[in-house]
């Protein structure tokens, strides 16, 4: 991460789709064609293609082969989902929110950019690079890792986009994603955002510790700026339902044994809170462990498959503070 940023934005306008994406801890990495810039994933290969008999002259292989098998890697990263993120101190870039907010209309996530790229699916992480000159695809690249290969055609933009300070995470495929659901730190809400869609992203993110702002246009300038805002739902309490299969308890009572009363404790809280978190199907394993003197209460996890490509098991780790702060937001029922 660059020096001195800490905050990574992501510009939302299609209203319904993304709240249901939040509400489901989900993101969504659109393909290629979805994407805003004609120019996208765009190379240059000509020396590669005119290298082709070289290759096969001192490496002995066909040259027809290594072309179908490039042909085959171009249509693959065309099926790459894409999560591009703004990063900047303040969300204040007026473009970014007319091309991407709806004209002002929609908001805003800021992202824990190190929460998200550590833990969800994704295959590639990398800042993009600006240049006015097209990448080249140069026969070296194939003795490189294939993610190489995918940052050469994926991770260069013209320098007419410089202004989105871009920092890009790469999915297998497009569509929605899961995420863990603590890396959302805060909303802002657009200047022309309607109250009655406030409204509906309080309600259905209370009790999750989020922060909201709303922006402003200055009266004597040609710039925005925001003020933090008063949840409305800040005071109420997200009921979750105490998990008390047979398996969570055996999981309960090894704690109880290897780690004492109190962790046995945590590790509960921390079973009970991603037990109800909206894309949980069922939890796989629950075990505390010392990390530095540290304890760690750490949970797997199954997802409900709902827009993922795979379900392979996933992990939250908790630290005792951490599960302090989310339980001051929750009851027990």
Request: proline residues 3%; positive net charge; hydrophobic residues 35%.
């Amino acid at each position: 991460m660059k020096k001195g940023v800490i905050k990574a934005f992501k510009y939302r306008g299609e209203f319904d789709r993304d709240i249901k994406a939040l509400q489901n801890n989900q993101l969504f990495a659109p393909n290629k064609e979805l994407l805003n810039d004609p120019c996208e994933m765009l190379t240059s290969d000509r020396i590669f293609l005119q290298g082709l008999k070289l290759i096969e002259q001192f490496c002995g292989t066909s040259s027809e082969k290594v072309k179908s098998e490039f042909e085959s890697f171009k249509k693959r990263i065309l099926r790459t989902g894409v999560f591009s993120l703004s990063v900047s101190k303040e969300p204040l870039n007026i473009l970014m929110w007319s091309y991407y907010a709806n004209n002002h209309k929609g908001f805003c996530v800021e992202y824990d950019i190190g929460i998200l790229a550590k833990y969800n699916s994704a295959v590639n992480k990398f800042w993009i690079k600006y240049s006015n000159k097209i990448p080249v695809f140069k026969p070296k690249l194939l003795s490189g890792m294939d993610n190489e290969i995918i940052k050469h055609f994926t991770g260069y933009k013209s320098k007419d986009w410089k202004y989105e300070n871009e920092y890009r995470l790469l999915y297998d495929n497009s569509g929605f994603q899961d995420h863990e659901h603590r890396a959302v730190k805060s909303i802002f809400f657009g200047s022309k955002m309607e109250d009655k869609e406030k409204e509906i992203i309080f309600k259905s993110l209370q009790g999750r510790c989020i922060r909201y702002f709303q922006m402003h246009l200055h009266s004597k300038k040609y710039k925005l700026y925001c003020e933090e805002i008063i949840d409305p739902y800040r005071n109420v309490k997200r009921k979750i339902i105490i998990n008390t299969t047979e398996k969570i308890k055996w999981f309960l009572e090894s704690a109880k044994k290897d780690s004492g009363i109190e962790l046995s404790d945590y590790l509960r809280k921390a079973i009970n809170l991603v037990s109800n978190y909206p894309n949980v199907k069922n939890i796989l394993e629950a075990i505390v462990i010392i990390d530095n003197d540290n304890p760690i209460m750490k949970v797997e996890y199954q997802i409900k498959e709902c827009g993922s490509k795979n379900n392979l098991p996933k992990v939250y780790r908790f630290t005792k503070e951490e599960i302090n702060e989310e339980y001051k937001n929750v009851i027990e029922g």
